[in-house]
Nanobody, 125 residues
Framework: QVQLVESGGGLVQTGDSLRVSCVAS????????VGWFRQAPGKDRENIAA????????YYADSVKGRFTISRDNAKNAVYLQMNSLKPEDTAVYSC???WGVGINSPDGLVYDYWGQGTQVTVSS
């Protein structure tokens, strides 16, 4: 069982940067692939980034490619999403999710078993 807690959301201005964190409790987090999702009001949830259990494989949606960077620090049981050049359309609740990842090198299109509660990111124009 893995429990995930997101933090680091907030209100920023267009062009600003923000880093959100996903910290896990539970055993063997280093063996899990982790994804970041976001959901804006009235829109479907979008998988915007993911990282393999080794950290060697990453995935980015076209909407964030080149602006967002996912990383992990297994010693801290944490996965981060660094968001640069933020736009108003990035406003959403950002959530992380995890699934057993051993043997999976490409973390796009995964089905996740564990979810955090989310953190709000608001980008003002």
């Amino acid at each position: 069982q893995v429990q995930l807690v997101e933090s680091g959301g907030g209100l920023v201005q267009t062009g600003d940067s923000l880093r959100v964190s996903c910290v896990a409790s539970g055993p063997n987090f280093s063996r899990y692939a982790v994804g970041w999702f976001r959901q804006a009001p009235g829109k479907d949830r979008e998988n915007i980034a993911a990282i393999s259990w080794t950290g060697g494989g990453t995935y980015y949606a076209d909407s964030v490619k080149g602006r967002f960077t996912i990383s992990r620090d297994n010693a801290k049981n944490a996965v981060y999403l660094q968001m640069n050049s933020l736009k108003p359309e990035d406003t959403a609740v950002y959530s992380c999710a995890a699934t057993w990842g051993v043997g999976i090198n490409s973390p796009d299109g995964l089905v996740y078993d564990y979810w955090g509660q989310g953190t709000q990111v608001t980008v003002s124009s």
